[in-house]
C-alpha cells in the first residue's frame, strides 16, 4: 500500500490555478515533513516546496516562490499545493513525499528539503500556453 496519494492534477491553462492534495496513511503523518516534488519530462526530478510538522517552516524553489503555497492538516493527515499563475515550465508529475523528522531532525537543518523516505505514485499537471 502506498502510504502517499495525491490528486488535484489535471489540464489548465497558462496563468490559470490548481491545487494539489496528499493523502497519507499507515504512519504519525505529524512526525513526517511534507513535500512536493515535481519531474518534467526529459529532466530530473526537483524539489518544488516543502513544509514542517509543526513550527510551519517551509521551503519554496526559486522557480515557484510567490506563485505556489504549500500548508498541511495534520487532523487530516493532509497536504496541499496551491498553485497559481502556472506557466507551461510548470509541467510535470507532481509527487507528494515524506521525510521523518524522528530520523532527519527538523527541516531547519536543511537548506532545502530533508530527505524523503515515503513517495506517492504521482499526479500529472499538464499547463498549456
Known amino acids: 500500500e502506498v502510504p502517499l496519494v495525491e490528486s488535484g492534477g489535471g489540464l489548465v491553462q497558462a496563468g490559470g490555478s490548481l491545487r494539489l492534495s496528499c493523502v497519507g496513511s499507515?504512519?504519525?503523518?505529524?512526525?513526517?515533513?511534507i513535500g512536493w516534488f515535481r519531474q518534467a519530462p526529459g529532466k530530473e526530478r526537483e524539489g518544488v516546496s516543502c513544509?514542517?510538522?509543526?513550527?510551519?517552516?517551509?521551503y519554496y524553489s526559486d522557480s515557484v516562490k510567490g506563485r505556489f503555497t504549500i500548508s498541511r492538516d495534520n487532523a487530516k493527515n493532509t497536504a496541499y499545493l496551491q498553485m497559481n499563475s502556472l506557466k507551461p515550465e510548470d509541467t510535470g508529475v507532481y509527487y507528494c513525499?515524506?521525510?521523518?523528522?524522528?530520523?532527519?531532525?527538523?527541516?531547519?537543518?536543511?537548506?532545502?528539503?530533508?530527505?524523503?523516505?515515503?513517495w506517492g505514485k504521482g499526479t500529472l499537471v499538464t499547463v498549456s500556453s
Open positions: 513544509i514542517n510538522n509543526y513550527d510551519g517552516l517551509t
Open positions: 513525499a515524506a521525510a521523518p523528522l524522528t530520523i532527519y531532525g527538523s527541516m531547519g537543518d536543511y537548506e532545502g528539503c530533508p530527505p524523503m523516505d515515503y
Open positions: 499507515g504512519f504519525r503523518f505529524d512526525d513526517f515533513a
